[in-house]
């Protein structure tokens, strides 16, 4: 909280995230109120896998004022119970998006839920290349690639960026009516 207030006139809103949120309720709830304090009117957004956002918890943070909420529906492979979950949050979020990495081994998965997601009405579908770490380097299936230079190399997964456009052409094709954004290293500010 000492950065937040060294730097709260900076700002204009907070993504909660690092983990899972809801597991942290009752601190998640005492960082939002004493920065809303601070600095009233500042913009909140929370990232979620989904799996314990059920009616009470997702009501905990629409009381908090946050009106953003963002699944990773990717976290519980496509899972059923937390596409439900993502259906009550659309009734009581302003605005709901699904951000997922674009992992080749759940393509199937992810276009199976395209029609879903529509029908949900999410407002957004943000896909990325999926970054290979140490944290994730064990569990993935397929090769990896690197990218950049000295210190700022990077580790990516084959076919991922490659599925990222061929999902965009999908849901365009589809005519689906949320908005897809390739939020890819080095896919911003390109023309």
Known sequence: MKAFHR????LGGVALTGGEPLLYLLELKACVSEM???RPGLH???YTNGILADEERLGLLRDLGIGKIRFNLAATDYSEKVIENLDR???MFEYVAVEVPSYPKQRESLMN?????DRIGIDQLNLQELLVTDANVHR???E???SGMLFSKQFFLYGSRK??????RHCMDKKYSFTVNDCSPGSFGKK
């Open 140 to 142: 993935l299936k397929g």
């Open 7 to 10: 730097r709260k006139d900076e």
């Open 44 to 46: 909140f957004w929370t």
């Open 163 to 168: 599925m990222t456009y061929e999902v965009m």
């Open 113 to 117: 839920c395209l029609g879903e997601l």
């Open 144 to 146: 990896g690639y690197q």
């Open 36 to 38: 809303r304090k601070a």
């Open 89 to 91: 949050a659309r009734e």
